[in-house]
Each structure stands twice: as structure tokens, then as C-alpha cells.
């Protein structure tokens, strides 16, 4: 699988851009569906599992440059990172073999096991919209964007609830 990917250039693995702002709509969309899903698990049940997660890690942080680090790792580095194993490399491979619907499934399961722990469930959801999204914009670039703003907005509402 990964032979097929590394022998082609970059354009392979999804880094295409048709259409800016179809690309980025649909990015904040997906984004905000996800955020909207957790507040609402949240409301109903009390459960957050990406804040708890995220304040149990901030905690551990003494300096203003570990929030920094921490930020840019959880917002940029693991999203980009993430993105390019899942829907760059791993999600093509399963399309031409199993179809759209599958590889979709496979590449999420994926997803979510790889983060494991108390919202597995929860991230295989999200790897679901990321999944659709790639599927409709051919974009690894709309995936990365709209996984930086729901890891964007999960820090904020992890932020809020750890200072207040």
C-alpha cells in the first residue's frame, strides 16, 4: 500500500485545490457538524471526551512555550500528519479495491483506533465526515482544514472548561 503511494507525486496524495471556496466551506461545515455533535453529547450526557483528554494534558504544562507546543501539535502538526496516512496514503488503496462507502469505513476504523481511548467512537464519527469530505472534494487539503478547526475549537471549549 505504501509502495503504490510513495512512487507518486505529491498531487496523488490528495493535494489538490479546485475550488478555494467550495473546499473551505465545506471544510468549516464538516468542522462545525463534528464540534456540534460533541456539545450536544456534552449537553445530554456530560460527556466531553476530546476536553477531558486536552485538560488532563494541558494540566500537566507549567510554561506559557509547552501551551504554545502543545497547541500547534494538536491544532497543525497532528492533524496534517493524520490526514496524509488516512486519506493521503491508506484511503485509495481500499477505494479502488472495496469502493467509496468501505474504504471509508476501513480508513475510519483506522482512524479511530489509532487514537483510541475513551471517544473512540466518537473519532470514528469524525473520520466518517473526513472520509465523505475527501470522497466530495478530492482534497486532502479540505480534510486537513476542516481537522484543524474541530482540533481548533475542542482546545477552546477544553481551555474554557479547565479556567473557568
Given at each position: 500500500m505504501f509502495k503504490f503511494k510513495i512512487k507518486q507525486n505529491v498531487a496523488a496524495l490528495g493535494f489538490r485545490i479546485y475550488s478555494p471556496a467550495k473546499q473551505i466551506s465545506l471544510s468549516i461545515g464538516v468542522a462545525i457538524i463534528c464540534y456540534l455533535i460533541v456539545v450536544a453529547l456534552y449537553l445530554l450526557f456530560g460527556l466531553n471526551p476530546d476536553?477531558?483528554?486536552?485538560?488532563?494534558?494541558?494540566?500537566?504544562?507549567?510554561?506559557?512555550?509547552?501551551y504554545?507546543?502543545?497547541?500547534?501539535?494538536?491544532?497543525?502538526?497532528?492533524?496534517?500528519?493524520?490526514?496524509?496516512?488516512?486519506r493521503g496514503i491508506s484511503y485509495s488503496p481500499y477505494r479502488k479495491k472495496y469502493g467509496p462507502l468501505i474504504a471509508i469505513i476501513l480508513t475510519s476504523s483506522l482512524f479511530s483506533l489509532i487514537h483510541?481511548?475513551?471517544?473512540?467512537?466518537?473519532?470514528?464519527?469524525?473520520?466518517?465526515?473526513?472520509?465523505?469530505?475527501?470522497?466530495?472534494?478530492?482534497?486532502?487539503?479540505?480534510?486537513?482544514?476542516?481537522?484543524?478547526?474541530?482540533?481548533?475549537?475542542?482546545?477552546?471549549?477544553?481551555?474554557?472548561?479547565?479556567?473557568?
Amino acid at each position: 500500500m505504501f509502495k503504490f503511494k510513495i512512487k507518486q507525486n505529491v498531487a496523488a496524495l490528495g493535494f489538490r485545490i479546485y475550488s478555494p471556496a467550495k473546499q473551505i466551506s465545506l471544510s468549516i461545515g464538516v468542522a462545525i457538524i463534528c464540534y456540534l455533535i460533541v456539545v450536544a453529547l456534552y449537553l445530554l450526557f456530560g460527556l466531553n471526551p476530546d476536553a477531558f483528554y486536552i485538560i488532563n494534558a494541558v494540566k500537566k504544562l507549567n510554561n506559557i512555550w509547552y501551551y504554545i507546543t502543545y497547541s500547534f501539535a494538536v491544532i497543525i502538526s497532528g492533524p496534517f500528519v493524520e490526514e496524509i496516512i488516512f486519506r493521503g496514503i491508506s484511503y485509495s488503496p481500499y477505494r479502488k479495491k472495496y469502493g467509496p462507502l468501505i474504504a471509508i469505513i476501513l480508513t475510519s476504523s483506522l482512524f479511530s483506533l489509532i487514537h483510541g481511548g475513551f471517544g473512540i467512537i466518537l473519532i470514528f464519527v469524525y473520520g466518517i465526515f473526513l472520509g465523505f469530505l475527501y470522497e466530495k472534494t478530492e482534497s486532502i487539503i479540505s480534510c486537513f482544514l476542516a481537522h484543524c478547526i474541530l482540533n481548533l475549537l475542542l482546545c477552546l471549549t477544553a481551555f474554557f472548561q479547565l479556567f473557568s
